[in-house]
């Protein structure tokens, strides 16, 4: 079982396994304020929707811890100031606003108390989320792995491991309840540009769980699904409309047209945290632009020449009609998504 620790909050402090550098280095980011966890959060130290939001509820903790030593009168207001930075940290992610308004409702329903004491709460709500976050995700392992066939062959794409949640994995979560359930699948990672997060961090995180697997170019995907050589594909998801159009990793809705193409399954992986209710459709989702020098650079060296104009959205938006099922910790929910989904509202 994986042995990384992604989050972890030990001595007021926030240690985060730095993913800018895995696999070369296995080193650690440690933030002492709210201000390294917002620099934290936006630079990709962590990320993955799910780590982003248990982050940012450690963010609040430690803004709290901050300003606890200042005056009474002040806590609050600068606490609001530091909410709203955390929440502006990415934009794509809904993980990180609903992991915020729940650490802004307990300030809120705490507000009498004395600061230590907020302080306290606020703790205990972090480390809520990111125990929370790890049971989801077996939940949804477990549920999705009844739709995984013995000796199937799954493509998923980004990270969507122990890396991008708080344990475990949503997507690659239900790849490992399948392969440690003896099933003997295999499967393919989209390395994912321009980022690389498959084939950085889901190729490191197969290759210390020694699940039988293959890295490939984006670009190869489209032939291995046509060639019939893929049974499944599961993805993440970092914010999932009331019709079901889900924002994923640049790349996803390629995917999933070629999927329907050649008719091979498409599943979303997804906590309900990551479900925006106040959304109708994809068409809603502010998609993130990221810097040129991602795509002009790989790991820091130039590969395009100086000057060249860059587009680099960081997410896309997948079409409900390509989806077969969203697997969430309440169940697997399938079209028609705009009357399935809020069903599984709280
Ligand atoms: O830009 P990133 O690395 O934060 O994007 C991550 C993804 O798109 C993941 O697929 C998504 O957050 C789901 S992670 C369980």
């Known amino acids: 079982m994986a042995r990384i620790n992604t989050i972890e909050f030990k001595d007021n402090k926030l240690r985060l396994i730095d993913q800018r550098k895995l696999p ?34 450690y963010g609040v903790v430690l803004a709290a811890q901050e300003f606890k ?20 940290s990415r934009p794509t992610a809904v993980n990180l606003m609903w992991a915020i308004k729940r650490m802004k409702r307990i300030i809120r329903d705490n507000k009498d108390k004395e600061l230590d004491n907020i302080y306290n709460i606020l703790k205990d709500e972090a480390d809520k989320i990111l125990k929370e976050d790890i049971e989801t995700n077996k939940k949804m392992a477990s549920f999705g792995n009844e739709i995984v066939e013995k000796g199937a062959t799954i493509l998923t794409h980004c990270n969507t491991g122990a890396l991008a949640t708080a344990g475990y994995g949503t997507a690659l979560g239900v790849i490992r309840e399948a392969h440690y359930s003896n099933k003997n699948i295999f499967v393919y990672a989209d390395e994912t540009r321009p980022r690389l997060q498959g084939g950085r961090l889901t190729a490191w995180e197969l290759k210390e769980e020694r699940i039988p697997a293959k890295l490939i170019a984006d670009n190869a995907a489209a032939t291995l699904i046509r060639d019939g050589k893929i049974d499944l594909i599961l993805v993440g998801a970092d914010r999932i409309a009331l019709n079901g159009d889900t924002a994923n990793k640049i790349g996803t809705f390629m995917l999933s047209v070629v999927a329907k193409a050649y008719s091979v399954p498409f599943y979303i992986v997804a ?32 590969v395009a020449p100086e000057g060249i104009e860059v587009y680099n959205p960081a997410f896309d938006v997948t079409p409900n009609e390509n989806i077969a099922g969203i697997i969430t910790e309440k169940g ?3 079209a028609p998504f705009k009357e399935n989904i809020v069903k599984i509202k709280e």
């Open 24 to 57: 070369v280095e296995e080193t650690y980011f440690i933030c002492e304020n709210y201000k390294d966890v917002e620099f934290a959060i936006r630079d990709m130290v962590v990320r993955g929707a799910p780590a982003i939001g248990a982050t940012a509820g």
């Open 69 to 88: 030593e200042g005056q009474r009168e002040d806590f609050f207001t600068k606490m609001d100031d530091a909410l709203d930075k955390l929440n502006k």
């Open 271 to 302: 906590p309900t945290t990551t479900i925006d209710f106040d959304i109708e459709t994809g068409e809603e989702i502010d998609i993130e632009e990221r810097s040129s020098d991602e795509v002009t650079h790989v790991m820091g060296n130039r």
């Open 332 to 334: 697997i929910v399938r």
